[in-house]
């Protein structure tokens, strides 16, 4: 089972500032990666699959970037609705396994 | 508005059973593959099971095959997910997901399974 590994468990950042998330799989998922956002008591969003490409209707402050092991989503202006965890996951292995998430508090 | 909604979760008893529905609005239900995923109290997501568009493909994940069952009613656009033989381990919410060519690109809000006695 590939282990997808996130960093940090929880970034402060203030409104306004860029966030910066990695996520690491145990051997190469290639571009099968997604991001999703979930809030507490929320149904999961899908940002980006395929590592860099924006589901419909995420705004362009996110981007997704990396392939083979090393993946980072980027938040280029955090807004007071992106406070949330973020959370990635493979889907070129089976099973499909998902990050623990990285939390983006209000610094 | 693409839409699903989970519901059935509630307290049961190890060893219990416990049948969870998702009816899916908005969309053409027949024509995915669909998805339950778990979340276990303050824990990452786990795949659990996936079922394509006609039912007759079925995957599990290791930690509940012979346990749990996934179907669905195309007719009716329901989703459902028959848990039986529960552990304390189970208790998570479980939510349903759309899937598309591998990705889950639209979930339910979940619903809440304890298993405690």
């Known amino acids: 089972e590939i282990v997808m590994t996130q960093s940090p468990g929880t970034l402060s950042v203030s409104p306004g500032e860029r966030a910066t998330l990695s996520c690491r799989a145990s051997?190469?998922?290639?571009?099968?990666l997604a991001w999703y956002q979930q809030k507490l008591g929320q149904a999961p969003r899908l940002l980006i699959y395929?590592?860099?490409t924006r589901a419909t209707g995420v705004p362009d402050r996110f981007s997704g970037s990396g392939s083979g092991t090393e993946f980072t989503l980027t938040i280029s202006s955090l807004q007071s609705e992106d406070f949330a965890t973020y959370v990635c996951?493979?889907?070129?292995?089976?099973?499909?396994?998902f990050g623990q998430g990285t939390k983006v508090e209000i610094k | 508005e693409e839409q699903l909604v989970e519901s059935g979760g509630g307290l049961v008893q190890p060893g219990g059973s416990l049948r969870l529905s998702c009816a899916a609005s908005?969309?053409?239900?027949?024509?995915?593959?669909m998805s339950w995923v778990r979340q276990a109290p303050g824990k990452g997501l786990q795949w659990v099971a996936n079922?394509?568009?006609?039912?007759?493909?079925?995957y599990y994940a290791d930690s509940v095959r012979g346990r749990f069952t996934i179907s669905r009613d195309n007719a009716n656009n329901s989703l459902y997910l028959q848990m039986n033989t529960l552990r304390a381990e189970d208790s998570a919410v479980y939510f349903c997901?759309?899937?598309?060519?591998?990705?889950?690109?639209?979930w339910g809000q979940g619903t809440l399974v304890t298993v405690s006695s």
């Open positions: 996951q493979q889907y070129k292995h089976w099973p499909e396994t």
């Open positions: 908005g969309f053409t239900f027949s024509t995915y593959w």
């Open positions: 051997q190469s998922v290639s571009t099968n």
């Open positions: 997901a759309r899937v598309a060519n591998s990705i889950r690109d639209r």
């Open positions: 395929g590592a860099s």
């Open positions: 079922i394509r568009q006609d039912g007759k493909e079925l």
